[in-house]
């Protein structure tokens, strides 16, 4: 059996009016691309053709699904994640190019190659990107910025990204 790799383009945050037209949190590099990807599907592969209408801003648009007519339905829709199989994405030209999804799981090293913990997720609050990363010697979890001061090398190849601890964590 094949497992299918699903990559996460947006969720739905919540209806917008009276006719089904919904509001979609966006993970997309340019928020209206969501809709250029064909259909959509999510945790129970139920598929969702969306039709943009709008974009608010970098990654929040106004858009309709198709077989949603009404803000009821729109409505149970709410925090439905929508995904895209891996391999519908464009190839990417560059060694220094990935998907966020790319790098979930991924070892964090210690620029002295020590293991430090793993990367849980990529947040992004509204400003940069941040990896959650689960600590291997705590098992708790602690956020830092997703920079090139911060991760300067990432090892696409061997699944590591490189931690230069920053000055305020202690």
């Given at each position: 059996?094949?497992?299918?790799t699903?990559?996460?383009?947006g969720?739905?945050?919540?209806?917008?009016?009276?006719?089904?037209a919904?509001?979609?949190?966006t993970f997309?590099e340019?928020?209206?691309?969501?809709s250029l990807y064909g259909?959509?599907i999510?945790?129970d592969n139920?598929?969702?053709t969306?039709n943009?209408?709008?974009v608010?801003s970098s990654?929040l648009?106004?858009a309709t699904?198709?077989?949603?007519?009404?803000?009821?339905e729109?409505e149970?829709s709410?925090?439905?994640k929508l995904?895209i199989?891996?391999?519908?994405?464009?190839?990417?030209d560059?060694l220094?190019?990935?998907?966020?999804?790319d790098?979930?799981?991924?070892e964090?090293?210690?620029?002295?190659?020590?293991l430090?913990?793993h990367?849980?997720?990529?947040?992004?609050f509204?400003?940069?990107?941040?990896?959650?990363?689960?600590?291997?010697?705590?098992k708790?979890?602690?956020?830092m910025?997703?920079?090139?001061?911060?991760?300067?090398y990432?090892?696409?190849m061997?699944?590591?990204?490189?931690?230069?601890?920053?000055?305020?964590i202690d």
């Amino acid at each position: 059996m094949v497992t299918l790799t699903k990559v996460c383009l947006g969720i739905i945050l919540s209806p917008h009016g009276i006719k089904g037209a919904v509001k979609i949190k966006t993970f997309t590099e340019k928020s209206e691309n969501i809709s250029l990807y064909g259909e959509l599907i999510d945790d129970d592969n139920r598929g969702y053709t969306i039709n943009l209408l709008s974009v608010v801003s970098s990654n929040l648009v106004i858009a309709t699904i198709n077989g949603i007519t009404s803000r009821n339905e729109a409505e149970s829709s709410r925090n439905k994640k929508l995904y895209i199989a891996r391999d519908k994405l464009p190839m990417l030209d560059n060694l220094n190019e990935f998907y966020h999804n790319d790098i979930i799981n991924m070892e964090v090293r210690l620029e002295s190659n020590e293991l430090y913990g793993h990367v849980q997720s990529v947040h992004n609050f509204g400003s940069d990107d941040i990896l959650e990363i689960q600590m291997v010697n705590t098992k708790k979890s602690i956020m830092m910025p997703f920079t090139q001061e911060i991760f300067p090398y990432i090892n696409m190849m061997e699944r590591y990204i490189v931690l230069n601890m920053p000055k305020f964590i202690d």
